[in-house]
């Protein structure tokens, strides 16, 4: 079991960066590969980026490759968000998987309660 926290989240002009971070408890924590996924109001959930158990292995959507990086630390995982667009804006989750490196939704068994990015234009 991993309970999920996420903060950072925020109001932020295109072509600002945030840095969404995600608290995890559980002594389990290193076992489990992380994920952000985000959801636009109207919109289905869509994948952002994962990071192994050990974060040696990472996967970007394309929508965000070169501009968002995910790390992962002692219980925490990070999203550091630049050259934010106004098509970012939505509520960002951060998830735990047994698997080993995974897009799919339906493989992340716990979730955060999300942080909300809005980026104005």
């Known amino acids: 079991q991993v309970q999920l926290v996420e903060s950072g989240g925020g109001l932020v002009q295109a072509g600002g960066s945030l840095r969404l971070s995600c608290a995890a408890s559980?002594?389990?924590?290193?076992?489990?590969?992380m994920g952000w996924f985000r959801q636009a109001p109207g919109k289905e959930r869509e994948f952002v980026a994962t990071i192994s158990s050990v974060g040696r292995t990472t996967l970007y959507a394309n929508s965000v490759k070169g501009r968002f990086t995910i790390s992962r630390g002692q219980n925490m995982v990070y999203l550091q968000m630049n050259s934010l667009k106004p098509e970012d804006t939505a509520m960002f989750y951060c998830?735990?998987?047994?698997?080993?490196?995974?897009?799919?939704?339906?493989?992340?068994?716990?979730w955060g309660q999300g942080t909300q990015v809005t980026v104005s234009s």
């Open positions: 998830a735990a998987s047994t698997y080993f490196i995974t897009q799919d939704p339906a493989k992340f068994g716990f």
């Open positions: 559980g002594d389990t924590f290193k076992t489990y590969a």
